[in-house]
């Protein structure tokens, strides 16, 4: 940059600008070798100031009262002048009482742009907390994105004389290294992944690792971490540890299947024992009805044939005495000694009439009883349903046994049935035939 052409006040004047393409942070010097003599520091009153759409001009400067710093966010262009540039009064009028050329320091900020590093963190032992006998070895390559938002946090934590982009970027990788490790190694005991399963889990550790390394960027450098890309988690696969983790995992596993499966064909056996005897109690109900049923009409037929019977010698009884009344009445002999008797033929037969109804009543009686007795309400229907709780699929039960369920809690409204004719699986509270099973709740007795 051109400095003044003479040290007069006809010289010429300085463009403060930063023309740099690719930076974080650069201190304008308008002469001479850094940190030499005053003259960096040197501006000239009139000269212009030309600050760019994403850049931050930051004017250092000292007073009485210590250093004070002044911000100008671009874009701005203008000349310093105390008229359009009020910021800088204080430094023209007070500190060198008008007189130019006064000194401040002027730094300039890139804001819009993104700084990218890539991490290579070489191999550090990770633990499975099952197996803590085993040390797997683990690398972790990626990049790593940042920008300056907060710059006043930004200066706090920086110094910008001598600020080397080269140096903070070693900086920020030495912290991005140790931040890394340090999550990835707790990773299997805090957040549950197994070690040999790191590899599969990439995208859930990079969030996990970026929502550490963010505020802790932002609180270390005073930096934006804008993002954070693990390209990939590496396992020695040669290390002794991998191959006894994985041996040990393997048997586990084995065990682990092994077990399940038996526990799932017990259940199977258990399930279609509680089937077979759940349909030979259904078959003995039904036989026992069918001979109960059977039983009743056979006595209705016998009480019916009884009643004929009855009613039959009755008749003939009554023939009988007619009969024997018509011979006395025609062979005997004096006195009317020979004529039939009315009122013995008329008692002859009421008594037979009388008997009659009798026997007939209590036929009648038994009969009525019998049909009232076929006219009992048949018994629950049998159904025969599937259930399915938790995916696992047991049944058919019948009424009985689905009462049961409802009861001890084993079965609701939401649980999944099945019978021989349903299209597919249903609610059991959106099913007519079994909404008895969930009748309503009695309310709690009244208090005493």
């Known amino acids: 940059m051109a400095l003044f052409g003479k040290k007069s006040e006809g010289g010429l004047m300085d463009v403060i600008r930063c023309d740099e393409h690719e930076y974080l942070v650069w201190k304008w010097r308008p002469s001479g070798e850094a940190n030499s003599t005053k003259k960096e520091n040197s501006i000239r009153y009139g000269s212009s100031l030309r600050v760019k759409d994403g850049e931050l001009a930051v004017f250092v400067y000292k007073q009485k009262d210590g ?53 290579g963190i070489p191999y550090f032992d990770v633990f499975d907390p099952r197996f803590l006998d085993f040390a797997v070895p683990m690398a972790v390559r990626g990049t790593i994105t940042f920008n300056i938002t907060d710059f006043k946090g930004f200066i706090k934590l920086n110094r910008l004389i001598n600020f080397e982009l080269d140096d903070f970027k070693k900086q920020i990788k030495d912290a991005v290294t140790k931040y890394i490790k340090g999550v990835v190694t707790n990773i299997p005991a805090d957040n549950g992944i197994p070690v040999l399963q790191m590899e599969r889990k990439i995208l859930e550790i990079n969030d996990l690792v970026a929502k550490y390394l963010g505020s802790r960027l932002e609180t270390d450098f005073g ?37 399940q499966t038996d526990v799932n064909i017990k259940n199977l056996a258990d399930t279609q024992d509680i089937n077979a005897k759940n349909m030979e109690e259904t078959l003995r109900i039904q036989r026992e009805e069918a001979q109960r049923a059977q039983k009743l009409q056979t006595e209705a037929q016998n009480i019916s044939a009884h009643q004929l019977n009855q009613q039959t010698e009755v008749a003939k009884t009554a023939a009988e005495s007619m009969g024997k009344m018509g011979a006395g009445g025609s062979g005997g002999s004096g006195g009317g000694g020979g004529m039939m008797d009315p009122g013995s033929m008329m008692a002859s037969m009421a008594m037979g009439g009388a008997v009659g109804s009798g026997m007939a009543g209590a036929v009648g009686g038994m009969m009525q009883g019998m049909n009232e007795q076929k006219q009992t309400p048949p018994p629950p229907p049998q159904v025969q349903y599937n259930i399915s709780v938790n995916g696992q699929q047991s049944g058919p039960f019948g009424w009985q046994q689905l009462q049961q369920m409802v009861q001890s809690g084993q079965i609701a409204k939401d649980t999944y049935v099945w019978k021989q004719g349903m299209a597919n699986w249903e609610l059991a509270g959106n099913v007519q035939e079994l ?3 969930f009748g309503a709740v009695p309310p709690p007795p009244p208090m005493p």
């Open 67 to 119: 250093e004070n710093q002044d911000f100008i966010i671009g874009p701005h262009d203008q000349t310093i002048k105390t008229a359009n540039f009020p910021i800088l009064t204080s430094i023209v009028g007070t500190a060198f009482g008008g007189a130019s050329p006064f000194q401040a320091e002027i730094y300039f900020i890139n804001l819009s742009g993104n700084v990218q590093i890539k991490f």
């Open 223 to 259: 930096v934006n971490m804008k993002g954070l890309d693990i390209a990939a988690l590496e396992v020695d696969k040669e290390a002794e540890g991998y191959a006894e983790l994985r041996k040990v995992t393997a048997e586990q596993t084995t065990k682990t299947v092994g077990a």
């Open 435 to 437: 909404s008895s099973l």
